[in-house]
């Protein structure tokens, strides 16, 4: 009789935990108390017939038959089987979607508490092919006269120029208009101050160098660099609370990435200039010199071609004025061609699309917060399910 009493009150509690029913719901509709209801499914009192017909009124998917046998199971054997965890998963469907909606409008919520961020772009693109298409008859010119080629020996790293301390530096000290008309600078904005104290006389200038470091890698935080090696556009972006001051850092850093890599290409055309320019000062002067030593020799000896002596010296200066000439020659144009060269001072990279400021902000994303914190909740509520299945 035991064994009856504690299999029927296993059968009612395994009903009740399935269907996710309190102790308190189930003993009121019972018309007992929960101590009572507790024996029951313990087994320490008897339950009489009015009491089970009680149970089968109020949940008529009580079927005392059906817990004789074993629930199916969702894994059997390393294998999931997909009919039971459907079936369980649609059973338990209100629990999944109102906790997915809860996650959602968590999500979405908390959103607001992130800080707005705005994103500007500035796109750039190489011109240098281009420059040396234009420039292709001079190439085969200077390769005639053994001139070393246009191309360039200098490679530049875009990202690493975008990111170095040179521009970081005259980001951070340069001050901007804000979208209200403000101007002020980065450190401002980030309230990176030095902290007043009775030693920041004696170590101003220490601080000073501190809180720019800290501007600058915090700088580095809010640009990004993307380059295409495919066709060599280069988009450089910029994210700030403020609108027109992202646009206006973006348009900045194009600008003197523009000026840095034209500066670093034509320093070498215009040393090469310089140096070919002063050898052809010295040259001149010498074949001036070496012409005139002809022209006395000629007049003062008008008989040398019968004289084998005079003859050879002659020979000797006329030598020395065809080769101070042929020198001359070269290097007037290698002068002309260097001189050329110097177009390198047009930028190598152009700028194609300006940053402008952005309306819409770029972060935080709510429709992500929305997808992300859904996710969250349709599994985690799914997962659960299952388990407490």
């Not at 002596?309 to 070269?330: H, I, P």
């Given at each position: 009789?035991?064994?009856?009493?504690?299999?029927?009150?296993?059968?009612?509690?395994?009903?009740?935990?399935?269907?996710?029913?309190?102790?308190?719901?189930?003993?009121?509709?019972?018309?007992?108390?929960?101590?009572?209801?507790?024996?029951?499914?313990?087994?320490?009192?008897?339950?009489?017939?009015?009491?089970?017909?009680?149970?089968?009124?109020?949940?008529?998917?009580?079927?005392?038959?059906?817990?004789?046998?074993?629930?199916?199971?969702?894994?059997?054997?390393?294998?999931?089987?997909?009919?039971?965890?459907?079936?369980?998963?649609?059973?338990?469907?209100?629990?999944?979607?109102?906790?997915?909606?809860?996650?959602?409008?968590?999500?979405?919520?908390?959103?607001?508490?992130?800080?707005?961020?705005?994103?500007?772009?500035?796109?750039?693109?190489?011109?240098?092919?281009?420059?040396?298409?234009?420039?292709?008859?001079?190439?085969?010119?200077?390769?005639?006269?053994?001139?070393?080629?246009?191309?360039?020996?200098?490679?530049?790293n875009i990202p690493d120029v975008v990111k170095s301390r040179l521009?970081?530096?005259?980001?951070?000290?340069?001050?901007?208009?804000?979208?209200?008309?403000?101007?002020?600078?980065?450190?401002?904005?980030?309230?990176?101050?030095?902290?007043?104290?009775?030693?920041?006389?004696?170590?101003?200038?220490?601080?000073?160098?501190?809180?720019?470091?800290?501007?600058?890698?915090?700088?580095?935080?809010?640009?990004?660099?993307?380059?295409?090696?495919?066709?060599?556009?280069?988009?450089?972006?910029?994210?700030?609370?403020?609108?027109?001051?992202?646009?206006?850092?973006?348009?900045?850093?194009?600008?003197?990435?523009?000026?840095?890599?034209?500066?670093?290409?034509?320093?070498?055309?215009?040393?090469?200039?310089?140096?070919?320019?002063?050898?052809?000062?010295?040259?001149?002067?010498?074949?001036?010199?070496?012409?005139?030593?002809?022209?006395?020799?000629?007049?003062?000896?008008?008989?040398?071609?019968?004289?084998?002596?005079?003859?050879?010296?002659?020979?000797?200066?006329?030598?020395?004025?065809?080769?101070?000439?042929?020198?001359?020659?070269?290097?007037?144009?290698?002068?002309?061609?260097?001189?050329?060269?110097?177009?390198?001072?047009?930028?190598?990279?152009?700028?194609?699309?300006?940053?402008?400021?952005?309306?819409?902000?770029?972060?935080?994303?709510?429709?992500?917060?929305?997808?992300?914190?859904?996710?969250?909740?349709?599994?985690?509520?799914?997962?659960?399910?299952?388990?407490?299945?």
């Amino acid at each position: 009789m035991q064994t009856k009493k504690l299999e029927l009150g296993q059968k009612i509690k395994r009903f009740r935990l399935i269907n996710d029913i309190r102790q308190e719901d189930m003993a009121e509709k019972m018309g007992v108390s929960r101590a009572t209801l507790i024996n029951y499914e313990k087994g320490h009192t008897s339950i009489n017939v009015e009491i089970l017909n009680k149970i089968r009124k109020n949940y008529p998917d009580f079927d005392l038959d059906s817990f004789n046998s074993q629930k199916p199971k969702i894994l059997i054997d390393n294998t999931i089987n997909f009919k039971v965890l459907f079936s369980v998963l649609i059973d338990k469907n209100l629990f999944i979607t109102f906790t997915t909606l809860f996650f959602i409008v968590l999500g979405v919520g908390s959103s607001f508490l992130f800080k707005k961020y705005y994103e500007a772009e500035i796109s750039l693109y190489p011109a240098k092919s281009d420059m040396n298409q234009g420039l292709g008859q001079f190439q085969s010119l200077a390769t005639n006269l053994g001139v070393n080629s246009f191309e360039s020996d200098q490679n530049f790293n875009i990202p690493d120029v975008v990111k170095s301390r040179l521009i970081a530096n005259k980001v951070i000290q340069k001050s901007w208009t804000l979208k209200s008309g403000e101007i002020t600078n980065l450190l401002s904005i980030w309230k990176l101050h030095p902290k007043k104290s009775f030693f920041s006389l004696i170590s101003s200038s220490a601080d000073s160098l501190v809180i720019t470091e800290k501007g600058i890698k915090k700088l580095k935080k809010h640009i990004k660099v993307f380059e295409d090696r495919a066709s060599g556009l280069i988009r450089i972006s910029t994210t700030f609370e403020d609108p027109q001051i992202s646009a206006s850092i973006a348009n900045f850093i194009g600008n003197e990435v523009e000026y840095y890599i034209q500066k670093e290409n034509s320093a070498q055309s215009t040393k090469e200039k310089l140096f070919i320019s002063e050898r052809l000062f010295i040259v001149k002067s010498e074949l001036e010199s070496s012409e005139l030593k002809l022209k006395d020799f000629k007049e003062r000896n008008r008989g040398y071609e019968n004289s084998p002596e005079l003859f050879m010296v002659f020979s000797q200066l006329l030598r020395e004025v065809e080769a101070k000439k042929e020198v001359y020659l070269t290097l007037q144009q290698q002068l002309e061609l260097a001189r050329i060269e110097e177009v390198k001072k047009s930028p190598i990279l152009h700028i194609l699309d300006y940053a402008v400021a952005p309306v819409n902000k770029s972060s935080p994303n709510r429709f992500l917060f929305l997808i992300t914190f859904g996710l969250i909740g349709f599994i985690g509520s799914v997962i659960t399910t299952v388990f407490r299945y």
